[in-house]
């Protein structure tokens, strides 16, 4: 099976970074520092245009957690079917109940909604803090769900191995799991040969500074020290280092 990297991709530049890196793959996003929301329509086109990249568009309105009502659950489906219309190779997607328990009715719609399109259909890490891993992967898989993606309900992907493998084992033959938070060309070899999966997720992350983020009364800075001036991006090099990390044998 061919090894796939995934890059979590902030915008337009992180999706160039991750092409010239060698990626395979990039979930569109915006605005990573809450976890990746809904990205811009011109930022998917571009890519499409520029590079032979396959896009995956998140679909998230909000920050916290994956609990939406039914006017967000509409802009979801919105959003996701102008993605599909100009492009977008699969839709990352999330819905919970207030139980923590996964949403199989919107699930569902998002998902015939996808394969009504010949894409694919990506629950990502809201999976994560479902109370039952096994009972919620035969929910999504009912649903038709492609691919999860999940650090195995820990933090850290590594942390949870040990899930991931147990959900590789036991449902690998029937949908894709791709492993991501905290991955890089340290680890995910690692994380491959203990687990089986083939496929890894990671933000390649390193930080560009912008002089204007702080002012003498006003700051916009959401990193720490001592990146308080900057923003953080997807690094072509640090995307190289995964790719090459899994090319050899």
Request: hydrophobic letters at 40%; proline letters at 3%; a negative charge.
């Amino acid at each position: 099976m061919k090894k796939i990297v995934e890059v979590c991709a902030g915008g337009y530049q992180d999706c160039l970074s991750a092409y010239k890196g060698g990626a395979d793959r990039v979930e569109l996003n915006s605005a990573l520092s809450v976890g990746g929301l809904t990205p811009s329509l011109a930022s998917l086109i571009r890519v499409k245009k520029e590079t032979k990249l396959n896009v995956v568009c998140m679909v998230r309105p909000r920050a916290a957690g994956f609990c939406y009502d039914e006017p967000e659950a509409m802009i979801m489906m919105e959003d996701a079917k102008i993605f599909l219309e100009n492009g977008a190779d699969g839709i990352a997607f999330g819905f919970l109940k207030a139980d923590k328990n996964a949403d199989l009715e919107k699930t569902k719609a998002m998902v015939d909604l996808v394969h009504g399109y010949q894409k694919e259909a990506v629950f990502h890490r809201a999976f994560d803090v479902c109370p039952d891993p096994l009972k919620t992967m035969e929910g999504l898989i009912s649903c038709k769900v492609d691919r999860i993606l999940t650090s195995g309900q820990e933090a850290n992907a590594i942390d949870g191995i040990e899930l991931i493998r147990l959900l590789q084992l036991k449902f690998g033959d029937r949908i894709q799991i791709l492993a991501g938070s905290g991955i890089n060309a340290d680890n995910a070899k690692e994380i491959m040969t203990k687990t089986g999966i083939y496929q890894v997720h990671s933000s390649c992350k390193n930080y560009r500074t912008d002089p204007t983020t702080i002012g003498d009364r006003v700051s916009y800075s959401y990193l720490q020290d001592p990146h308080t001036m900057d923003h953080d991006v997807a690094d072509m090099e640090l995307v190289q280092r995964l790719v090459n990390s899994l090319s050899k044998s």
